[in-house]
């Protein structure tokens, strides 16, 4: 089977850097992407990574290592409405294409 | 852009009965799938499909059904309702169902299905 693993709760000040860790034992892996969720919200994207290394966007950066079946977010300059859950899901390779499969996510409270 | 829409947003069922959870989306994008979500936890991948005519089971696809007629809509179906089908249904849709490119999946606002 598959499994992913990520801290149940992270606790970060206003303006302070967290960073969110995932690990992964799968097979037919593709790629690690992040996505976001506020309270009664749906889930939002925020990055994918297929190849090893960092990707940025604006305040938000991934990183992936595949030899090491791990990845991480990090999130810079924290506010306050950064506080939700944060998801890792990896890519797989199904039976007529991909299928997402999701961590049980990271609940991350931003205090001030 | 009304983009992923799900009906109802709200249900209470009974032991038993059946529903047809309903899921549309107006972005031409080929690959859809639905997930459940229980209090506290992550996403699970009940079916998928890449394509009209084409479905696949995820991790928990007992006691649902789905079909893709259409490249739009991507009905979900629980044939005889349980209490630990209680929970919240999201449907998502990305562009296509190739992988080797960045495809953010696109989420609608979930139904909350309670079942007594």
């Known amino acids: 089977g598959q499994s992913l693993e990520q801290p149940s709760e992270v606790t970060a000040v206003e303006g302070a850097i967290v960073q969110i860790n995932c690990t992964y034992q799968?097979?037919?892996?593709?790629?690690l992407s992040w996505y976001q969720q506020h309270d009664g919200g749906a889930p939002t994207f925020l990055s994918y990574?297929?190849?090893?290394g960092l990707e940025e966007t604006g305040r938000f950066s991934s990183f992936l290592s595949r030899s090491d079946s791990y990845g991480y977010l990090l999130l810079q300059e924290l506010q306050m409405k950064d506080s939700a859950s944060y998801f890792c899901?990896?890519?797989?390779?199904?039976?007529?294409?991909?299928?997402?499969?999701f961590g049980s996510g990271t609940r991350l409270l931003v205090r001030p | 852009n009304a983009g992923v829409t799900q009906t109802p947003k709200f249900q209470v069922l009974k032991t038993g009965q059946s529903m047809t959870l309903q899921c549309a989306q107006d972005?031409?994008?080929?690959?859809m799938s639905w997930y459940r979500q229980d209090p506290g936890m992550g996403l699970r991948l009940i079916h998928y499909s890449v394509g009209a005519g084409i479905t696949d089971q995820g991790e928990v696809p007992n006691g649902y059904n789905v079909s893709r007629s259409t490249t739009e809509d991507f009905p979900l179906r629980l044939l005889s309702a349980a209490p630990s089908q209680t929970s919240v249904y999201f449907c998502?849709?990305?562009?296509?169902?190739?992988?080797?490119?960045?495809?953010?999946?696109?989420f609608g606002d979930g139904t909350r299905l309670s079942i007594l």
């Open positions: 998502a849709s990305s562009r296509d169902g190739t992988v080797t490119s960045n495809q953010p999946q696109h």
């Open positions: 972005m031409n994008h080929e690959y």
């Open positions: 899901a990896v890519s797989l390779r199904g039976d007529s294409s991909y299928k997402l499969i």
């Open positions: 990574n297929a190849l090893d």
């Open positions: 799968t097979s037919g892996f593709y790629g």
